[in-house]
C-alpha cells in the first residue's frame, strides 16, 4: 500500500517541508540507475568477488512517515526501506510501522547471492609427477541463493506487560558442484585404496528450508523483567547428487585414473528435523549494587533422515584386476537432539571504581541415532575369463549412536576504574568439555574425551588525553588434551587498537593483532598476525583524504594421515601467506551543486599451501580496484551520480582465472 501511494507523492527540495500523504508527514529518497560493463577473462571469478553485473537497479528507496500526535487511530509512524534490488549480490528490505504504548511490528528481508567457480581445466606446473599433465585441483563450484524473512510484532498490553509474537523463514538452494570418494556400508578392505585415489565430480544441487514460530511474554516488575518465549522450528533438506559425464574418471590426475571410471551415479539424502522451543530469561536487582541474570533454552530435535545411493563403474577386485562393478546401498535414520543450556550471570559493585562479574553457563547436547544400513556390491572375479563370474556380496546393519556432550563455561573477571581515564579488566575463563561417543552400548575411547582448559585475560583501555586512546585485550589458554589433530593444546594471542588524533582534521589508527597456537602431538602450529594502519585528514567541511596500509601474515603446518586403505599416507601439510592492502581515497564538494569521490585497493597476497613432494596450486595473486564518482545536484530534480570502477584479478599459477572489468554506474536519486 506504502508502494503504491508514492506515486501521489510530489517531489520537493532538499530541506522542504515534508509531504502530507495518508495523514502522515511524509518524506524520502529513491535512487535508480543502470550499470554498463566490460569484462575480459575468465567471468566465473569476477562474480566470485564482485558479481556487480550489467542491467537497471532500485539502488535505494528510503520513505519514512510520521503522524499528528493522536491525529492517526492505527499507527504513529512508519518506515520502508530497501536496497540491491534488481540482481545486486545482497538485496534488503525492511518495513517499520508502530503505534505508541500499543504496538511495534517489524519486517525484514535479505536475499544474498554466492558465487564460486575457480578453473579447474588447466595446466599446472607439476613436473615433479610423472605422468602427469594437469593439476589437482579442489573441483568444488556453487551458486547459490539465500533468502531470509521475518516478522516481529510486540504488543503493549500495559506499560509492564507486553506480548511478543515471530516469525523467521530461511531458504537456501542452487546448484553446487563437489566430489565425493565412493564407499559403502561393510566395504571390504581393498576397496578402501579405490575409494582414496578415486574421488569423482558430482553435480549437487541443494534445497533446504528452516521455519521458527515462536510468542513470548515480557514482564517487569519494580527492578525486575522476565522474559519467556515459547515456539516451533522445522528444518528440511534435500540433498541429490549425479555423475556429471558418463563415463566420469576420478579428478585424480595420476594415470591410473585413466582405468577406473564410474558410467552412473545417483543418490539422495533427504532430512527434517523439528522441535519444540522454549527460553525463559530474566534480569533482576535483588539488592542496590547486586544484579542477577540468568536464563534457560530447551529444545528437542528429532526427525527422520533417509539416503539412497547406486553407482556403477571400473574398479580392481580383490586380486587386483580392473572389473566391472555395481553397488547399491540405503540407510534410515531417526534421530533425536535435546538440548540444554542454562546460564547464569551476577555483578556486584564493591566501590564506585570496582566491579566484580561471576558468569557461568552449562550446556548439554545430546544426540541419539538409530540407522538400519544396507548395502549390496557385485562385481567380477574372473574378468579375463571366457566365462566371467559375478560376486555379489550384501551386507546390512543396525546402528545406535550417542553422542553426549557436555560443555561448563565458568568466567570470573573484575572490573576496575581506578582513574576516569582508565579501565582494567583481569580475569579467568574457565571450561570443561566431556565428549563421549557410544556406539551399539559400547563407548568409543577415540572419540570420546574430557578436556579442561584455563584462559586467563586482561582487557584494557586508557585514554589520558582526547587526542591519544588505546584499548585492547590478551589471553593466552591451555588445553589439557586436543580432540583433533589441529585443536591447539596452547595459544596466546592479543589486539591493540590505538587511535592518535593531534587536531581535530587528522586522525591515525592502528589496530594490531597477534595469535600462536600450538599443538606438539601432530606437530600442528598456527601463528596469525596482522596490522592495519589508517590516515584520514579534513582540510574542511567539504574536502577529506584517508590513506591506509593492512599486512596479514599466516602460517600453518602439522601432520596429516589418511587411515583408510592399504599403505595409509603419512605427510606433512603446509599453509604460508602473506597479505598485503594499501588503500586510499578522496572526497571533494567544491559547492552544493558539485563533488568528487576516489577510492582505491591495491591487494597482493604472495605465498603458497603444498602437501610435501607435491607443487602448490593455489599461489600470489594481484587484486587491484578503484572506484570513481561525480555528482551533480540538480535543484528541484534531484541528483546525477555517475560512478566509474576498474579492477583486474591476477594469479600467478593459475592463470585462468584472470579477469579484468570495467563499470559504469548511472543514478539519479530524487528526494521527496
Given at each position: 500500500m506504502l508502494i503504491l501511494g508514492i506515486g501521489n507523492l510530489r517531489a520537493q527540495d532538499n530541506g522542504g517541508a515534508p509531504l502530507t500523504w495518508a495523514g502522515f508527514a511524509t518524506q524520502g529518497s529513491a535512487t535508480v540507475g543502470y550499470r554498463f560493463d566490460d569484462l575480459k577473462g575468465y567471468l566465473p571469478m569476477f562474480q566470485e568477488l564482485s558479481d556487480l553485473n550489467h542491467g537497471f537497479r532500485l539502488m535505494d528507496f528510503n520513505m519514512f512517515g510520521e503522524a499528528a500526535k493522536g491525529a492517526n487511530p492505527f499507527a504513529d509512524d512508519y518506515s520502508l526501506s530497501v536496497a540491491g534490488l534488481g540482481g545486486e549480490p545482497?538485496?534488503?528490505?525492511?518495513?517499520?510501522?508502530?503505534k505508541d504504548h500499543l504496538y511495534d511490528f517489524r519486517a525484514n528481508w535479505r536475499q544474498s547471492y554466492f558465487y564460486s567457480n575457480p578453473n579447474d581445466n588447466v595446466v599446472l606446473p607439476i613436473a615433479p609427477l610423472v605422468g602427469v599433465t594437469t593439476g589437482l585441483t579442489d573441483n568444488h563450484a556453487w551458486g547459490t541463493v539465500r533468502k531470509l524473512g521475518s516478522a516481529d510484532l510486540t504488543l503493549h498490553a500495559t506499560n509492564n506487560l507486553r506480548f511478543n509474537f515471530d516469525f523467521y523463514h530461511t531458504t537456501d538452494s542452487g546448484p553446487t558442484f563437489t566430489t565425493q570418494a565412493l564407499d559403502f556400508f561393510d566395504s571390504p578392505s581393498y576397496w578402501g585404496t579405490f575409494a582414496r585415489a578415486n574421488p569423482f565430480y558430482l553435480y549437487a544441487p541443494v534445497e533446504d528450508d528452516a521455519n521458527r514460530f515462536s510468542g513470548g511474554i515480557d514482564y517487569t516488575l519494580r527492578s525486575w523483567t522476565f522474559h519467556y518465549n515459547i515456539g516451533y522450528q522445522t528444518f528440511t533438506e534435500n540433498?541429490?547428487?549425479s555423475n556429471v559425464s558418463s563415463p566420469e574418471l576420478s579428478i585424480d590426475p595420476v594415470a591410473s585414473s585413466t582405468k577406473e571410471p564410474i558410467t552412473n551415479l545417483s543418490q539422495s539424502e533427504y532430512r527434517k528435523l523439528t522441535t519444540p522451543i522454549s527460553e525463559l530469561a530474566f534480569t533482576g536487582k535483588p539488592l542496590p549494587k547486586f544484579e542477577w541474570r540468568g536464563g534457560y533454552t530447551f529444545y528437542r530435535y528429532q526427525g527422520p533422515a533417509t539416503f539412497n545411493q547406486s553407482y556403477n563403474g571400473t574398479a580392481p577386485n580383490?586380486?587386483?584386476?580392473?572389473?566391472?562393478y555395481t553397488v547399491s546401498q540405503s540407510a534410515r535414520d531417526a534421530v533425536t537432539e535435546p538440548d540444554n543450556i542454562l546460564f547464569q550471570t551476577f555483578s556486584y559493585q564493591v566501590k564506585d571504581w570496582w566491579q566484580?562479574?561471576?558468569?557461568?553457563?552449562?550446556?548439554?547436547f545430546t544426540m541419539n541415532s538409530v540407522g538400519n544400513f544396507n548395502s549390496l556390491q557385485s562385481i567380477v572375479t574372473n574378468p579375463t575369463s571366457a566365462t566371467p563370474t559375478t560376486l555379489t556380496t550384501p551386507a546390512s546393519g543396525t546402528t545406535n549412536y550417542v553422542w553426549r556432550d557436555g560443555l561448563s563455561d565458568f568466567d570470573f573477571s573484575m572490573l576496575f576504574t581506578p582513574i576516569p581515564s582508565l579501565t582494567l579488566r583481569p580475569g579467568i575463563r574457565l571450561m570443561k568439555a566431556d565428549v563421549e561417543a557410544v556406539e551399539n552400548g559400547v563407548t568409543q575411547p577415540g572419540i570420546t574425551l574430557a578436556t579442561k582448559t584455563a584462559w586467563p585475560e586482561l582487557s584494557f583501555s586508557y585514554r589520558p588525553a582526547k587526542i591519544f586512546s588505546v584499548r585492547?585485550?590478551?589471553?593466552?589458554?591451555?588445553?589439557?588434551?586436543?580432540?583433533t589433530a589441529i585443536t591447539p593444546h596452547t595459544e596466546i594471542s592479543g589486539h591493540v587498537i590505538t587511535r592518535f588524533q593531534p587536531i581535530k582534521k587528522v586522525t591515525l589508527q592502528d589496530d594490531l593483532n597477534l595469535t600462536n597456537d600450538k599443538l606438539i602431538d601432530s606437530s600442528f602450529q598456527d601463528n596469525t598476525h596482522s596490522n592495519a594502519v589508517t590516515l584520514s585528514y579534513a582540510f574542511d567541511d567539504r574536502y577529506s583524504v584517508f590513506a591506509g596500509f593492512t599486512y596479514d601474515s599466516m602460517f600453518a603446518a602439522g601432520n596429516i594421515m589418511?587411515?583408510?586403505?592399504?599403505?595409509?599416507?603419512?605427510?606433512f601439510l603446509r599453509d604460508q601467506e602473506a597479505d598485503r592492502v594499501m588503500q586510499a581515497g578522496i572526497e571533494a564538494r567544491p559547492n552544493k551543486y558539485f563533488g568528487v569521490q576516489l577510492t582505491g585497493n591495491f591487494d597482493r597476497s604472495t605465498g603458497d599451501g603444498q602437501i610435501s613432494g607435491e607443487p602448490p596450486a593455489y599461489g600470489p595473486l594481484t587484486w587491484p580496484l578503484v572506484t570513481g564518482t561525480v555528482y551533480v545536484n540538480f535543484p528541484k530534480a534531484g541528483r546525477l551520480s555517475v560512478d566509474l570502477q576498474r579492477t583486474y584479478y591476477i594469479e600467478q599459477i593459475i592463470t585462468a582465472n584472470n579477469f579484468q572489468a570495467n563499470l559504469l554506474t548511472l543514478r539519479w536519486t530524487r528526494d521527496f
Open positions: 545482497f538485496e534488503v528490505g525492511q518495513l517499520t510501522v508502530k540433498v541429490n547428487f580383490s586380486t587386483g584386476a580392473l572389473a566391472p566484580i562479574i561471576a558468569d557461568y553457563r552449562y550446556s548439554r585492547g585485550d590478551v589471553h593466552a589458554f591451555d588445553n589439557g588434551s586436543s580432540y589418511y587411515a583408510r586403505g592399504t599403505a595409509p599416507l603419512n605427510d
